[in-house]
T-cell receptor, first 111, second 116 residues
């Protein structure tokens, strides 16, 4: 069974500071993870991904870190902006193209 | 960029009726589309995988006779909730797999279904 867990249901951060969203996984067949951002009543939008051949991937203000030994990945947002306030899901891929989503972390960036 | 649309964006129906939700990939071809549902404050749960020209693959616990999926073309998949009940009220989201891009899925905006 693929399991992806986001143990923090919510996170509140001051504008300009760093937001760190965490995700733990158990068994990953393809070692490819993605982060999605979701606003209420909208579909998720892709943010950033990382494969097991890397331990870090950076795209603008977003950086994802992968610690394979700990089976842990994290998304860093620096600097955080009020528009980043949303629910963030990490996702693991199984069966080549099926996603298993974590439960999400609601990020609130305070102005 | 790749765009996926859903129609309708919201629908209210009475118990016992059927509701059809459309998912379209607007500027790319999708051999595979996925249907998710999300309950309030919960994660996205994959319901089924829809492959163009073949039967959908349903996840464990999802009733295939209740949630009918048809993937008639490379740009259209439909989900029909048959004999809807209030517990079917949820947010339904589709996603599409771009055959030219590995691993990336593009999500539709979702459909809010309320069954009264």
């Amino acid at each position: 069974d693929q399991q992806v867990k986001q143990n923090s249901p919510s996170l509140s951060v001051q504008e300009g500071r760093i937001s760190i969203l965490n995700c733990d996984y158990t068994n990953s067949m393809f070692d490819y993870f993605l982060w999605y951002k979701k606003y209420p009543a909208e579909g998720p939008t892709f943010l950033i991904s990382i494969s097991s051949i890397k331990d870090k991937n950076e795209d603008g203000r977003f950086t994802v870190f992968l610690n394979k030994s700990a089976k842990h990945l994290s998304l860093h947002i620096v600097p955080s902006q009020p528009g980043d306030s949303a629910v963030y899901f990490c996702a693991d891929i199984y069966n080549f193209n099926k996603f298993y989503f974590g439960s999400g972390t609601k990020l609130n960036v305070k102005p | 960029g790749a765009v996926v649309s859903q129609h309708p964006s919201w629908v209210i129906c009475k118990s016992g009726t059927s509701v059809k939700i459309e998912c379209r990939s607007l500027d790319f071809q999708a051999t595979t589309m996925f249907w998710y549902r999300q309950f309030p404050k919960q994660s996205l749960m994959l319901m089924a995988t829809s492959n163009e020209g073949s039967k959908a693959t349903y996840e464990q616990g999802v009733e295939k006779d209740k949630f009918l999926i048809n993937h008639a073309s490379l740009t259209l998949s439909t989900l029909t909730v048959t004999s809807a009940h209030p517990e079917d009220s949820s947010f339904y989201i589709c996603s599409a797999d771009d055959i030219l891009m590995s691993y990336e899925q593009y999500f539709g905006p979702g459909t809010r279904l309320t069954v009264t």
